[in-house]
């Protein structure tokens, strides 16, 4: 399959392309919002792959790297057009860009929640609008569109009220267009995981590179989420493996308007 994945250079979207890339995936296109991020990671994924051997479709494995924007529609636009010129269509689409900041309610200026939404709710839905405007005329595809389990939770102790609006704003628009689109063989589905970390793209509760740097530095910080998560345990990136991949294959091909949620029981 055409797998197309923003937020892809790092964190759990780069993730979410190994995933790809170690269940058989041949076309990736990597989105970032800086075209040199993109591009490196892109060439690390099948540098990555060519060393450990495990891809069944090495020879022909062929990973791109886009600038995207996903705040921008016209950004958006031109990342799955180039996409489709390349590869000659796209199956399986994850809206994985995303942000976070901690302001308490009171003190959050209002630009930054702007861009914000911005890039997780106008960001999500103009991802998920083109891809479904290449998957309809060739008969369907999936979307997965990142959640949080902050759309169901309130976290604490951080403060992150617009981040959890925007988060829940996902949820239930995968299950609007699950329902508008399900007809047309286009499947949307939802995989929440654990929340991200203050002030940075990387997912915490996650144990992202950044996020272990970070939380070296704030060991409370950690055993706090620890004791809050019933497994006793940060998730790894690895962990979300097998539930996105199932989501993107014909595994899943009865499921939409569904969420997954990876969170070691915290909700």
């Given at each position: 399959?055409?797998?197309?994945?923003?937020?892809?250079?790092?964190?759990?979207g780069?993730?979410?392309?190994?995933?790809?890339?170690?269940?058989?995936?041949?076309?990736?296109?990597?989105?970032?919002?800086?075209?040199?991020?993109?591009?490196?990671?892109?060439?690390?994924l099948v540098?990555?792959?060519?060393?450990?051997?495990?891809?069944?479709?090495?020879?022909?494995?062929?990973?791109?790297?886009?600038?995207?924007?996903?705040?921008s529609?016209?950004?958006?636009?031109?990342?799955?057009?180039?996409?489709?010129?390349?590869?000659?269509?796209?199956?399986?689409?994850?809206?994985?860009?995303?942000?976070?900041?901690?302001?308490?309610?009171?003190?959050?200026?209002?630009?930054?929640?702007?861009?914000?939404?911005d890039?997780?709710?106008?960001?999500?839905?103009?991802?998920?609008?083109?891809?479904?405007?290449?998957?309809?005329?060739?008969?369907?595809?999936?979307?997965?569109?990142?959640?949080?389990?902050?759309?169901?939770?309130?976290?604490?102790?951080?403060?992150?009220?617009?981040?959890?609006?925007?988060?829940?704003?996902?949820?239930?628009?995968?299950s609007?267009?699950a329902?508008?689109?399900?007809?047309?063989?286009?499947?949307?589905?939802?995989?929440?995981?654990?929340?991200?970390?203050?002030?940075?793209?990387?997912?915490?509760?996650?144990?992202t590179?950044?996020?272990?740097?970070?939380?070296?530095?704030?060991?409370?910080?950690k055993?706090?989420?620890?004791?809050?998560?019933?497994?006793?345990?940060?998730g790894?990136?690895?962990?979300?493996?097998?539930?996105?991949?199932?989501?993107?294959?014909?595994?899943?091909?009865?499921?939409?308007?569904?969420?997954?949620?990876?969170?070691?029981?915290?909700?």
């Amino acid at each position: 399959q055409v797998c197309l994945v923003t937020g892809a250079a790092r964190g759990l979207g780069n993730e979410f392309c190994r995933a790809f890339i170690r269940s058989g995936c041949t076309s990736l296109a990597l989105l970032d919002l800086k075209q040199s991020e993109a591009q490196v990671a892109a060439e690390e994924l099948v540098r990555l792959a060519s060393a450990s051997g495990e891809h069944v479709g090495l020879d022909t494995l062929e990973v791109i790297g886009l600038e995207c924007d996903v705040s921008s529609e016209v950004s958006v636009e031109k990342a799955f057009t180039k996409t489709v010129e390349a590869f000659g269509g796209v199956d399986a689409v994850v809206a994985s860009a995303g942000i976070v900041e901690n302001y308490s309610a009171l003190d959050y200026p209002s630009d930054r929640m702007k861009r914000l939404f911005d890039i997780n709710v106008h960001g999500t839905y103009f991802t998920a609008r083109e891809a479904a405007k290449c998957m309809i005329p060739q008969g369907g595809g999936s979307i997965i569109l990142v959640a949080s389990m902050s759309a169901n939770i309130v976290n604490v102790p951080q403060l992150q009220t617009p981040y959890n609006a925007s988060k829940a704003a996902v949820k239930h628009m995968a299950s609007s267009l699950a329902v508008e689109w399900a007809k047309k063989g286009v499947r949307v589905n939802a995989l929440r995981h654990e929340l991200p970390l203050s002030l940075s793209q990387s997912p915490g509760y996650m144990m992202t590179k950044l996020t272990r740097t970070i939380l070296s530095n704030e060991p409370e910080l950690k055993r706090t989420w620890e004791s809050l998560t019933p497994m006793g345990r940060m998730g790894e990136p690895e962990d979300l493996d097998g539930a996105i991949v199932f989501l993107a294959s014909d595994a899943s091909r009865f499921m939409t308007g569904s969420e997954i949620r990876v969170d070691g029981g915290y909700c």
